[in-house]
């Protein structure tokens, strides 16, 4: 058994802990002030208190797009679907305003154009692979895992640098696709195997999930990344209030 690493008496004031397993993490008689824990979270105690439940109702409270996307009815998803593409659309539109600005990050995260190209690379590998049994190779300029040997594979181009029109003409190209899917998907489909084909493509762990469980792979990164997209443009506005004009 791994023996526990203890921090005692350590001024941990300012330190962030990016794409870490804190599984299992105790913090006792801790100082936590404006503190910010964005990630998966369950079975989270607070002075006592279980809170996932309370934060999670919270979160369907404010999006309530969350529950769609939960859903296994396929009215549900195609609601869900359309409300993530027009989210994104608006968010396109007020990026527009300020030329430049889809290049800008904050706080070490993606900009807005580097998420985008995430999502192409999440529709290439958890939509078409897993959802369609595609074989064809990634759109180029899409950003997958920074880990080998997943960086440059399967057609994966990370020294392009597109215009902001081209990224957003192939997500919209995309998004469309998924709709005429979701169109004519059926319950009885969604809960089949995903036919993912038997190479060492990305994603390596979806074999054995349904159809229906690589989709909504698919819709909360959608969502989430939007999220994301949303928090660091309305950062870099008070930041920089003109920006937002």
Known sequence: MQSRTRY????LHGAEFRECDLTGARLIGVVMQDAVIDGHITNLVVNGVEVTEYVEAERDRRHPVRVLIRSEDPADLREASRQ??????ATVERIRRTPGIERRGVN????????????????????????LGSTDLFTPMGIGPTDEPYREAHGLDPSLDPAFDEIVRVREAQAAELEAWLDEVTTARLATPAPVPDDDVWPPYSRGRSVRQCLATVLNETFEHHRFCVRDL????????????
Do not use: I, N, Y
């Open 234 to 245: 309305d950062l870099m506005e008070a930041q920089d209030p003109e920006s937002g004009r």
């Open 8 to 11: 005692v008496d350590e001024d």
């Open 108 to 131: 070490d995260e993606w900009s807005a154009a580097q998420t985008m190209r995430h999502l192409v690379f999440v529709h290439d590998s958890w939509f078409r692979r897993c959802c």
């Open 84 to 89: 993530l593409h027009a989210g994104w659309a």
